[in-house]
């Protein structure tokens, strides 16, 4: 021990004293490129510029260096980072002692961030965390999460079970999205002459007010059902149906509106087009057999390793890199990536906890915090701005809500059913985030008409659990009273 000891101090000694000598040495010399002091001199004179004023001493104080290095992007970075997560956390698990998803929270917590109420109260302070020249890291960074999370989305789509419901589930979610889909064009007769961007046509704004309409938020769905024991029930197995189909179908159409809208023409809309159905075509029917094929087969010993994950990940972003490239956004390309991976259910579950939640946890919240930035509530400063999104809100749940109820009782459930099938089916949350985000950066939606379209994804989504408390309230109500008339008949 003693003569590891006197080792150690005896190289620290010995080098230490090298590398002191050493810069001794060099200090005193000079590169070899360097000009000559007379000869900088004179050409300061020459073309009589001035040297910057030496900075007062005042301000070389200490605060002034670590103010400076908070400023660099990755310092910004970093405290943006520790503010959303410990907003959304908070908020998060406040609203599920409420009785409501996380993920409605963790929405909230990014428009309280925004300028909507922390830009209201403190604009130093918004101003400061958010600065405008950190907007475009954090954009990237949620657009990251966004596509992690539809790939984990395509990952939990179940074709099988999509097959054994396919009767109910594809009436009821077409239903879902035809009746929004028709409404929501309709309202943009009102929305657009005030409201619209005005380099967009009319035929792009409506169709993406039609799609924003129909959206369902299948993942924030699935996790209701879960929460409330419902998963195993018919009503739950019947609308997590319903929800898969109605999400691959409006997601379809929305590349079909993306790909109009970012077309210059007619043939680069009709090649964007053609470009996206043949890529659907391959990953389905090509690449999906494959790869519950060959894939699967040398998966059968287990799902060990990283090399899975990276394999995995690498085919993820190459798909989204397909579909940025062929004229609609990435998030498709890895939402189709995560449908076509081997059914195995080990690879499923290993990616959906090794991505899933690292998605959730930090990602995600980056991105509603980025969205509660772009959400200006204070646009709607007059009373015909609040009508217009009271209205909006109505169409959309008379829309989403009504339809999917009435189909779901035309399939023969009862009331009270196929009401929780609407109110489930009206959930939007962060699936129409995501859309509404996509229809911001396409120069779609102006802020004005954003905002109204978030306070409309929040109020739909947050009134799902109250709507089935309601139905479960009304059905013990019912037992209790058919028990009771029951002992009286007795």
């Known amino acids: 021990m ?14 230490g004293a090298g590398i002191y000598l050493i810069l001794n040495f060099g200090a005193r010399l000079r590169p070899g490129g360097a000009v ?25 104080g200490l605060a002034r260096p670590l103010y400076e290095n908070l400023q660099h992007p990755l ?28 993920v409605i929270g963790e929405m909230l917590a990014g428009i309280i961030l925004g300028p909507s109420l922390l830009g209201m109260l403190s604009p130093g302070a918004q101003s400061f965390l958010f600065p405008a020249s950190s907007m475009e890291f954090l954009k990237l960074l949620s657009q ?21 419901k396919a009767d109910a589930a594809v009436l009821v979610s077409h239903a879902s999205i035809i009746i929004p889909f028709f409404l929501g064009t309709a309202s943009a007769l009102l929305i657009y002459p005030s409201m619209a961007p005005p380099h967009i046509s009319f035929n792009a704004f409506a169709l993406f007010i039609g799609v924003a309409m ?29 929800a898969a189909v109605d999400d691959v179908t409006a997601w379809c159409i929305l590349a079909v509106v993306v790909a109009i809208v970012k077309a210059d023409a007619l043939s680069s809309s009709l ?12 990953m389905l029917f090509m690449l999906k ?28 972003f190459t798909s989204a890199l397909f579909t940025e490239v062929i004229g609609i956004h990435a998030l498709f390309g890895a939402f189709l990536a995560g449908v076509v991976m081997p059914p195995r259910a080990e690879l499923r579950q290993v990616l959906r906890e090794r991505l899933g939640n690292f998605t959730s946890v930090f990602l995600m919240p980056l991105f509603f915090a980025f969205t509660g930035l772009r959400t200006q509530i204070g646009l709607l400063d007059d009373w015909q701005g609040w009508l217009m999104c009271i209205g909006v809100i109505a169409v959309a749940i008379v829309g989403k809500l009504g339809g999917s109820m009435l189909a779901a009782r035309w399939t023969g459930m009862g009331w009270q059913e196929s009401f929780s099938i609407g109110a489930l089916m009206n959930t939007r ?16 939606l102006s802020p004005r008409v954003f905002t109204m379209m978030v306070i409309m994804a929040l109020t739909t989504t947050f009134m799902t659990g109250p709507l089935l408390s309601l139905v479960e309230f009304r059905n013990r109500r019912g037992s209790v009273v058919t028990a009771d008339e029951a002992r009286a008949a007795a």
């Open 2 to 15: 003693r003569r590891n000891f006197l080792f150690y101090v005896a190289l620290l000694a010995v080098f």
């Open 36 to 60: 000559p002091e007379s000869r900088v001199e004179s050409a300061r004179v020459s073309t009589h510029v001035q040297e910057p004023p030496e900075p007062e001493a005042s301000s070389r």
């Open 75 to 102: 310092s910004m970075l970093l405290l943006q980072a520790i503010v959303i997560l410990i907003a959304a956390r908070v908020f998060g698990t406040l609203f599920q002692k409420l009785g409501q998803p996380a």
């Open 144 to 164: 990251i999460g966004v596509i992690l999370f539809m790939f984990v989305v395509g990952l939990d789509l179940n074709v099988q079970h999509l097959r054994r």
């Open 214 to 242: 129909s959206i369902t938020a299948f993942p924030v769905l699935a996790r209701i059902v879960e929460e409330r024991g419902l998963y195993k029930t018919h009503l739950g197995s019947t609308v997590i149906a319903c």
């Open 271 to 282: 090649l964007t087009i053609s470009s996206s159905l043949l890529f659907i075509g391959v």
């Open 289 to 316: 057999p494959w790869a519950a094929r060959v894939v699967g087969e040398r998966l059968r010993g287990g799902v060990e390793g990283k090399a899975p994950v990276a394999w995995a990940l690498a085919f993820m």
């Open 429 to 444: 949350g962060l699936i129409e985030l995501i859309v509404l985000n996509l229809g911001y950066d396409l120069g779609i």
